[in-house]
């Protein structure tokens, strides 16, 4: 999968933009960072910033991390990712997810059962629009063109020819099976709490997925990005103190009781009694307590923290993981210095 690259995560805004975000990304550019990252959650879209951002660079890759399938129909996806593949020079990235019960259903008012088959359908549909097919498709989920209605609608073709063929759509996923959907049907997977000490369940359901795609092994193309929060500091509990209270959302906060995937992703890497402790104490709004719950050991499964010389020995884990783009956010200062270690 080559040399390990590096990605800005500009993640999604909080109240409103982060200040200083322009000069940051054009700075990762200098830096040699090859990609930069926009998310999405029920605030700041994904796709919008990375346009605006875009235009300050010539190199870097644009990606999606991630655009959640239900906030857009599969055509919705396929005009914007053709659109802005475009506008880029062909440096689009499409890293699509299903997020979650919570979103889905809170936010854009859609069932969330059967992620898996919806994701199916969802990338089906993408690859016959990107590819400039007339769009017929009658799935369990997604019908098109619409039965019933008017009766006038008929399948269509894009206006605009792909400026690639071969746009690189990337899966978000956490669970076995989505990790395996993601290597039977994308060029790529999108990683989150991957931890490259306790990887085999991954390994296995990709090659599984390889597998069913009739690969065998990864095309040597195929992606795996990770976020990986990098902290700098020559107190290792100081810095691990400012990794903790996001793995506490994550783990304690997201989802609900026996549905967060996040929480099930720990507890598989022999963490189940420290992810039922941290639940408990966040569901029941001590926050800082369900913080202060997460050992250092749990940190640094996904994490990198501590002195430059610590973090520059782990950084030969990632090196020899599944990882082939580490995606990493901080200011000037840490940027610069995860560059220098990850070239060096």
Known sequence: MGDLKLGLALGYWGAGPPPGLADLVTMAERLGFDSMWA???????????????GGRTRRMRLGTSIMQM???????????????????????????????????????????????????????ILRKAM?????????????????????????????IHPLRDDLPILLAAEGPKNVA????????????FYSPYDDAYHRTALAEGFTRR??????????????VNVEFD????????????????????????????????FARMGFAAECARVQELYLAGRKAEAAAAIPLAMVEKVALVGPRDKIAEELDAWR?????????SGDAASLAAIAELVKG
């Open 70 to 124: 239900s906030a857009r129909t599969p055509v919705a996806t396929a005009m914007a990712a053709m659109t802005l593949d475009h506008l880029s020079g062909g440096r689009f990235v499409l890293g699509l997810g299903a997020s979650g019960p919570q979103v889905v259903e809170g936010w854009y008012g859609l069932p969330y059962p059967r992620p898996l088959a919806r994701t199916r359908e969802y990338v089906a």
């Open 131 to 159: 590819a400039r097919e007339r769009v017929e498709f009658e799935g369990e989920h997604y019908r098109l063109p619409h039965k019933g209605g008017s009766g006038l609608g008929k399948p269509l073709r894009s206006t």
């Open 234 to 265: 020559d107190d290792v509990e100081a810095a691990a103190d400012r990794v903790r209270p996001m793995l506490a959302l994550y783990v304690g906060g997201m989802g609900a009781r026996g549905a967060n995937f996040h929480y099930e992703a």
């Open 181 to 192: 959907l993601a290597a039977e049907i994308a060029d790529g997977w999108l990683a989150m």
């Open 214 to 227: 009739g690969e065998g092994a990864a095309p040597e193309t195929f992606e795996v990005t990770c976020r």
């Open 39 to 53: 998310a999405e959650a029920y605030g700041s879209d994904a796709l919008t910033p990375l346009a605006w951002l």
């Open 320 to 328: 020899s993981s599944l990882v082939t783009t580490m995606l990493v």
